[in-house]
């Protein structure tokens, strides 16, 4: 009986993974993203309006951990329901040709945007704090970054941990995440 419930759990699972929406642009679309002019500025103040951290996502085209997160991470109840809660997500496409404005003024296409960065993996989520310096650019303003495919309750803690500003703390997210294995049983 046990292998036949987790046989259904599995067909209702990949049913859900297959709903997953690809734009013109083959990336991977999800209802909590936001379609900006890409000024890191102008998304920061609007994220800062709502209560929301800046999250940007930089994804490519056939990326298969892109997919992994999109099927098996990104729908998972708590994930969803967190990020569309505490999240202004900008997607940046790693070989895109939309004008980026960097918080340091630099105007830039996606790709050579990414470039400017040195982001080499999709996807890659960039967490901002609520205030960035002037003349402080995408990646050295970064309050975490996570470059690739990670698993749900990996990604699910280190949204928690950056939310809660946990990076300005002396508890490491992996000391932090370590803990919430502990105390919640959650593992990959």
Not at 53 to 65: A, H, K, P
Request: hydrophobic share 40%; net charge negative.
């Amino acid at each position: 009986m046990r292998k036949l419930l987790t046989f259904f759990a599995a067909c209702l699972m990949s049913g859900a993974a297959a709903a997953t929406t690809l734009g013109d642009d083959g990336l991977h679309k999800e209802t909590w993203m936001r379609d900006t002019f890409k000024d890191l500025r102008e998304d920061l103040a609007e994220a800062n309006a709502e209560g929301k951290r800046l999250m940007i996502l930089i994804e490519q085209r056939g990326c298969i951990y892109c997919t992994k997160m999109h099927e098996e991470v990104f729908p998972v109840p708590e994930i969803a329901s967190y990020i569309e809660e505490n999240y202004f997500v900008v997607q940046i496409n790693m070989f895109g040709d939309i004008e980026v404005t960097d918080f340091d003024g630099t105007i830039l296409s996606e790709k050579d945007m990414v470039q400017h960065w040195g982001v080499l993996f999709t996807p890659t989520l960039m967490f901002y704090p609520p205030e960035v310096a002037e003349g402080v650019g995408g990646q050295a303003a970064a309050a975490a970054v996570m470059p690739g495919a990670f698993g749900k309750w990996t990604t699910y803690n280190l949204l928690r941990w950056v939310h809660d500003e946990g990076y300005l703390g002396d508890e490491s997210f992996q000391k932090y995440h370590a803990r919430m294995i502990e105390e919640g049983g959650l593992s990959e």
